[in-house]
């Protein structure tokens, strides 16, 4: 059993950056963040498996940054330039693929809330 933490989340200003943690209690090779709003489906925010194998949602591409640590226990995502529109819960998943399809991931942290006022 995996188990995933998110840290990092806060109230920031449109335009603000931000940084968000995933510690896993072990080493995981297909992790990713996702994020809900209210009202709204979970979302696939970036991915991450390797470093020749990243990427992102088209909302967020230029803007955030996924990276993983040497020994595959720790995933950040820099969010820079934030928007109104990122405010939600974001989410940290492992499984044994990246996919974009929330499915496809076995284990979930908790979430940390992100808000960008305007």
């Known amino acids: 059993q995996v188990r995933l933490v998110e840290s990092g989340g806060g109230l920031v200003q449109a335009g603000d950056s931000l940084s968000l943690s995933c510690a896993s209690s072990e080493r995981t090779y297909a992790m990713a963040w996702f994020r809900q709003a209210p009202g709204k489906e979970r979302e696939f925010v970036a991915a991450?498996?390797?470093?020749?194998?990243?990427f992102y949602a088209d909302s967020v591409t230029g803007r955030f940054i996924v990276s993983k640590n040497h020994d595959k226990t720790m995933m950040y995502l820099q969010m820079n330039n934030l928007k109104p529109e990122d405010t939600a819960v974001y989410y940290c998943?492992?499984?044994?693929?990246?996919?974009?399809?929330?499915?496809?991931?076995?284990?979930w942290g908790q979430g940390t809330q992100v808000t960008v006022s305007s």
């Open positions: 991450h498996t390797g470093d020749a194998d990243i």
């Open positions: 998943a492992a499984g044994r693929v990246s996919t974009i399809h929330s499915e496809n991931y076995d284990y």
